[in-house]
């Protein structure tokens, strides 16, 4: 089993950048492909990206590709999303999730442990 904490949430104004991370405690943190989904009012979870187990596959939804970028850091168990170009529909609670898996998943079912999310406003 794996616990996820995120972080980093906050305001930010139309076309700046904030940079997420996600703590990981538990099982080894390299065994899980990594994710992060967003959640925002009204709306169903969706998929933002997810990075392998190793770090050297990425994918991104179409919404966020270009902008947003997925890292990983094995050794201190932790996960980030830097986001730029902020936009207004960008605002959302944004969660990590890990998967056994060595690839993830768009499917958010697929995904095992979840974080509690870090809510992120972006103004226009």
């Known amino acids: 089993q794996v616990q996820l904490v995120e972080s980093g949430g906050g305001l930010v104004q139309a076309g700046g950048s904030l940079r997420l991370s996600c703590a990981a405690s538990?099982?080894?943190?390299?065994?899980?492909?990594m994710g992060w989904f967003r959640q925002a009012p009204g709306k169903e979870r969706e998929f933002v990206g997810f990075i392998s187990r190793s770090g050297g596959l990425t994918y991104y939804a179409d919404s966020v590709k270009g902008r947003f970028t997925i890292s990983r850091d094995n050794a201190k168990n932790a996960l980030y999303l830097q986001m730029n170009s902020l936009e207004p529909e960008d605002t959302a609670v944004y969660y990590c999730?890990?998967?056994?898996?060595?690839?993830?998943?768009?499917?958010?079912?697929?995904?095992?442990?979840w974080g509690q999310g870090t809510q992120v406003t972006v103004s226009s």
């Open positions: 538990g099982r080894t943190f390299s065994s899980y492909a």
């Open positions: 999730a890990a998967d056994p898996s060595p690839w993830g998943s768009t499917i958010k079912s697929d995904w095992d442990y």
